[in-house]
């Protein structure tokens, strides 16, 4: 079966270290691929999506992510976190032609000031 | 520019009360999705819809019935309400299915 699988469920960091949040993805064929951030209170909201091309893509708020085909994987990546940061985020693909996104169980990241 | 509008924002039922969850989209999306959302659990499709008189299935379509009479409306129905649904529904739309969903403000639903 097609599924989403996020490493961390919570993550507390301070002020600018770095992040990492780990997804795989179990797809055959072609995928797209998708990070959407909820802040609190707040609708999801994408970050960064990937479909084809450079395998490194940028989002917005410093947020970049890399595809790496041989292990299944869409990393998500930010340099220096901000309090700011502080959400819930969600790895998502998309295969097939109806558009149906299967989501990750989500990581909560919590960025301590 | 609207987006993507769910009403209500919060909602308690009894169990066994039916009820509608309304969404509505001012883009002209053709594509729309109903999603649910557990603690721990991400979020769950539970139908969805590629354009009006158009509607499937998800992966947790059990307890739930939605209609597409428009492209803008979307509306999820709970006919006999029961605790396992208390959670946070998510409405989806996009333009087409190569493009990202754009999501509503939610409504959050709790049966006792």
């Known amino acids: 079966a097609q599924s989403v699988s996020q490493h961390n469920h919570h993550v507390i960091l301070s002020e600018a270290a770095s992040l990492e949040l780990g997804c795989n993805y179990s797809?055959?064929?072609?995928?797209?691929l998708f990070w959407y951030v909820q802040y609190p209170g707040q609708h999801l909201q994408l970050l960064l999506k990937?479909?084809?091309?450079?395998?490194l893509v940028k989002g917005i708020k410093g947020f970049e992510a890399e595809f790496i085909k041989s292990k299944f994987s869409f990393n998500l990546r930010k340099p220096s976190v901000q309090w700011s940061d502080t959400a819930e985020y969600f790895c998502?693909?998309?295969?097939?032609?109806?558009?149906?996104?299967?989501f990750g169980q989500g990581t909560t990241l919590q960025v301590k000031p | 520019n609207a987006g993507v509008t769910q009403t209500p924002k919060f909602r308690i039922l009894k169990i066994g009360q039916s009820m509608t969850l309304q969404c509505t989209q001012d883009?002209?999306?053709?594509?729309m999705y109903w999603y649910r959302q557990d603690p721990g659990m991400g979020l769950k499709l539970i139908y969805y819809?590629?354009?009006?008189?158009?509607?499937d299935k998800g992966e947790v379509p059990n307890g739930y019935n939605v209609s597409r009479s428009t492209t803008e409306d979307f509306p999820l129905r709970l006919e006999l309400a029961a605790p396992s649904q208390t959670s946070v529904y998510f409405c989806?739309?996009?333009?087409?299915?190569?493009?990202?969903?754009?999501f509503g403000d939610g409504t959050r639903l709790s049966i006792l």
């Open positions: 883009m002209n999306h053709n594509y």
């Open positions: 998502a693909a998309r295969s097939g032609n109806t558009g149906k996104l299967i």
């Open positions: 797809y055959g064929g072609t995928v797209n």
């Open positions: 819809s590629v354009g009006a008189g158009i509607t």
């Open positions: 990937y479909f084809s091309g450079d395998p």
């Open positions: 989806a739309s996009a333009a087409s299915m190569d493009q990202p969903q754009h």
